[in-house]
Nanobody, 124 residues
Framework: QVQLKETGGGLVQTGNSLRLSCAAS????????MGWFRQAPGAEREFVVG????????YYADSVKGRFTISRDNVKNMVYLQMNSLKPEDTAVYYC?????????????????WGQGTQVTVSS
């Protein structure tokens, strides 16, 4: 069982930055690939970025490449999402997710555990 808790959301202006954090419980954190997804009002939950269990491999959605960076600290059981050059279309609830597999997946169904989400709002 893994419990996930996201923090760091908020209201920012276009072009600014935010850093989201995801704290994970459990002693086998490095066995889990981690992902960030987001869901805007009226939209499907979509993949943003994923990272492998040891952090060597990352996948990014085209919409965030070059602006967002995922990282993890397996000693602290933490995953981070650094979001730069934010745009109004980045506005969404951001969810942290864990998958018991070595490589991240872009598919929601591959993830076993989810956090409650944190709201990110980017004003124009």
């Amino acid at each position: 069982q893994v419990q996930l808790k996201e923090t760091g959301g908020g209201l920012v202006q276009t072009g600014n930055s935010l850093r989201l954090s995801c704290a994970a419980s459990g002693r086998t954190f490095s066995r889990y690939a981690m992902g960030w997804f987001r869901q805007a009002p009226g939209a499907e939950r979509e993949f943003v970025v994923g990272i492998s269990g040891i952090g060597a491999i990352t996948y990014y959605a085209d919409s965030v490449k070059g602006r967002f960076t995922i990282s993890r600290d397996n000693v602290k059981n933490m995953v981070y999402l650094q979001m730069n050059s934010l745009k109004p279309e980045d506005t969404a609830v951001y969810y942290c997710a864990a998958a018991l597999r070595p490589l991240p997946s872009t598919r929601r169904g591959e993830y076993d555990y989810w956090g409650q989400g944190t709201q990110v709002t980017v004003s124009s």
